[in-house]
């Protein structure tokens, strides 16, 4: 991702992100005393034996409290748990789950974006760079049937690597949408194939990839959030096989049955055909 006047920043993502996200949860879920005690309690002491085994001193204590203060005033939490935490909670959910395999949310989603029927072009700028790419398949239950008119909420990044919302330079609504099946569950989706990218660096979460040496890619994927009246929802992120940045993403999200492998269906344009299964809420 090449930097320019436009390029989206690390502060200007977290706040819409956490504008976002705070747009989508009103309340939170009723937690008792004894869960937060014991959650907590527990958090604690993982930092504790931390701080015991590496011998964190003074110094690096002082250093990560201003580093949490600058992850705070910056506006990068909805960043930093998604990258680095959010793929385990997933991990846990999915013990218990059945179906397609889900992802993380990531910090990019953004509701109530246009309804499409099938077949449908997700809405783009009249010169939108990259690869065409018809991304089809149908969505069933977990004994094999339709599920007629599913919804399959779906968002990607540009083939620059940005995100509408996120981005100043893109058009709100770019790349985005809500794609409705057809009565047999089928869907046809035409968008474009999504650069790789990197999460914004110019903050304290970039500040500590630096650091500790790491990168900051991210493969390029779509996101979907693919739902129904009485289906437990299903959030996920599809990859391409041979993409850059597969086998060491930042957010550790990518999984061997999400990746996608296009074919050349003519004139560069790309085609995939991915199943998705819902279970039971």
Do not use: C
Not at 143 to 167: C, K, M, Q, R, T
């Amino acid at each position: 991702m090449t930097a320019t006047h436009d390029s989206p920043t690390a502060a200007g993502s977290g706040d819409s992100a956490t504008k976002a996200f705070r747009a989508s949860r009103s309340t939170g879920p009723e937690v008792s005393q004894e869960r937060v005690s014991e959650v907590v309690t527990e958090l604690l002491a993982g930092i504790h034996a931390t701080i015991r085994s590496k011998k964190v001193s003074y110094d690096e204590f002082q250093a990560a409290k201003k580093y949490l203060i600058d992850v705070g005033e910056g506006g990068e939490w909805p960043l930093i748990l998604d990258v680095f935490v959010e793929h385990v909670v997933e991990d846990v959910a999915a013990e218990d789950q059945e179906g397609t395999k889900g992802s993380i949310l990531g910090p990019y989603h953004l509701p109530d974006q246009v309804r499409l029927d099938t077949p449908a072009t997700l809405p783009r700028r009249p010169d939108e760079k990259g690869t065409e790419l018809l991304f089809a398949g149908h969505v069933r239950d977990t004994e094999g049937n339709p599920v007629p008119g599913a919804e399959l909420d779906i968002w990607h990044a540009d083939d620059e690597g940005y995100y509408s919302g996120f981005a100043p330079h893109l058009p709100d609504g770019n790349l985005r949408g809500v794609v409705v099946a057809d009565e047999q569950g089928k869907f046809d989706i035409h968008t474009i194939e999504p650069s790789a990218y990197q999460i914004p660096t110019d903050g304290p979460t970039g500040s500590l990839i630096e650091a500790a040496g790491w990168h900051p890619w991210r493969p390029a994927h779509l996101h979907l959030m693919v739902r129904a009246p009485g289906y437990r929802t299903i959030t996920t992120q599809l990859y391409f096989r041979g993409g850059e940045w597969l086998d060491s993403d930042v957010a550790s999200a990518t999984k061997p049955e999400l990746i996608l492998d296009p074919v050349d269906s003519g004139d560069g344009k790309h085609a995939v055909t991915y199943d998705f299964t819902l279970e039971p809420a």
